[in-house]
């Protein structure tokens, strides 16, 4: 299936898309050193990101009308400076906010679904009006603000068509707040996908269910499980997750920083000839709220910082205190990243990518379940017509 992505940062929601059966023609995105990851990697010939068309710029100057009709999926995750809890709050008056250009992409294009996704702080109480104009903009692509148009004024006139004349091209959109971690991501990362399909798409779909939870890594720590699997000393078995084990929980534990990390050996200055990107970064320190992520829970969200990375989500504590910045290539593995997967760039310009990605596991988990509906909406529309076809026949014979 075809597939367009926007604002793709290293490759996170790209690399996802094609583990799920994509193939993604063109990527857009306006970070040099992000557009070095994906064309290093194109060049090298990694596969997920194999004859991938890197358009490095502003995606709002991108010439769509060269993509041919009949585009499954647009994905992406726009600026999410706008309404992280780090940022300004600026909202539409931040001129990082690209939801508008997102819905201009996908009216030009009128693909079968997408998939966009952003911070949690875009659920804030504070944004409650805008995100809901997010989910109208995405609903009725078409329906464009006038020149001169304020957002606000513009929002009151989808809700006001939107229960009334409908536009040409509609779709259904579906807003999930999730937490990485319930999909067998290291790391506690909590994010809003907008999932749309076009109205047209039969698709039935809701978002996937958790497969992972606290209480099942509070019990795996309980009984000593996870302990004896990592060969920890019984005097460093702490455990760290605020929940109540529950036995008969069906989903697998929570994987940790440990689980994570596991089979990378410790980092050195002079790096490893086996990992990429695994080189000691030096000057870690804790203090107040910068304690670093417990190796034996799952990592804090990494972050990419607005005003270079700070350093305490993005530090490793280990069981005796000891603290030290992860590697990038650490930092990889805690947002699924594949090993072979370079990062251009240095480690405070790639750990700025991976702070900015989706993490590979949960796009992928995302992607598949909407591919997974496209394929049977696929199929019920022939099914139907061929049906359909075949009682015109009938109806022919019998006149």
């Known amino acids: 299936m075809r597939s367009i992505e926007l604002f793709a940062g290293g490759g996170g929601l790209t690399l996802g898309t094609h583990l799920a059966g994509f193939s993604t023609e063109v990527v857009a995105e306006w970070d040099r050193w992000s ?7 194109r060049d090298g010939g990694y596969p997920l990101v194999r004859g991938i068309d890197v358009q490095e710029g502003d995606v709002r100057d ?18 999410c400076q706008p309404f992280s809890g780090g940022g300004k709050g600026a909202a539409a008056e931040d001129k ?74 509609q779709y259904k959109v579906l807003p999930t707040l999730v937490n990485a971690a319930d999909y067998g991501v290291p790391q506690q990362r909590w994010r809003v996908f907008f999932v749309g399909f076009r109205s047209d798409v039969d698709a039935e779909w809701s978002f996937p269910k958790a497969t992972h939870s606290a209480s099942a890594l509070r019990a795996s720590q309980d009984d000593d499980s996870y302990w004896d699997r990592h060969k920890v000393p019984k005097k460093y078995r702490t455990t760290s997750v605020r929940t109540a084990a529950l036995v008969d929980d069906p989903r697998k534990p929570w994987r940790t920083v440990r689980d994570a990390l596991q089979g990378l050996p410790s980092p ?48 490793l504590r280990d ?34 990518q991976l ?30 017509a061929v049906s359909r076809r075949a009682h015109a026949a009938r109806e022919s014979v019998i006149a």
């Open 35 to 41: 557009c070095d990851t994906l064309r290093e990697n």
């Open 62 to 79: 991108v010439d769509w009308s060269t993509v041919s009709d009949g585009v499954d999926l647009v994905s992406g995750g726009p600026p």
């Open 96 to 169: 990082r906010d690209m939801f508008p250009a997102t819905a201009e992409v996908i009216r030009q294009l009128r693909p079968r679904a997408f998939i966009v996704e952003n911070v949690r702080g875009l659920t804030r109480s504070a944004f409650s009006d805008y995100y809901n104009y997010i989910q109208l903009r995405l609903a009725h692509p078409e329906l464009v603000a006038n020149e001169g148009e304020s957002w606000g004024d513009h929002f009151a006139r989808l809700q006001a068509e939107h229960t009334s004349v409908r536009s040409d091209l």
């Open 268 to 315: 050195t200055i002079n790096g490893s000839a086996k990992y990429l990107n695994h080189v000691l970064q030096p000057g870690a320190r804790s203090y107040p709220g910068h304690t670093g992520s417990y190796i034996d829970a799952p990592a804090k969200a990494l972050k990419a910082g607005v005003h270079g990375v700070p350093g305490g989500e993005n530090m």
């Open 319 to 352: 069981v005796d205190g000891s603290v030290r910045y992860f590697t990038v290539r650490e930092a990889a593995r805690l947002q699924t990243f594949p090993d072979r997967y370079r990062l251009h760039g240095p480690w405070t310009e790639a750990m700025r």
């Open 355 to 384: 702070g900015n990605a989706v993490p590979v596991m949960l796009a992928e988990t995302v992607a598949l379940s909407v591919r997974e509906h496209l394929d049977l909406a696929t199929f019920h529309a022939a099914r139907t």
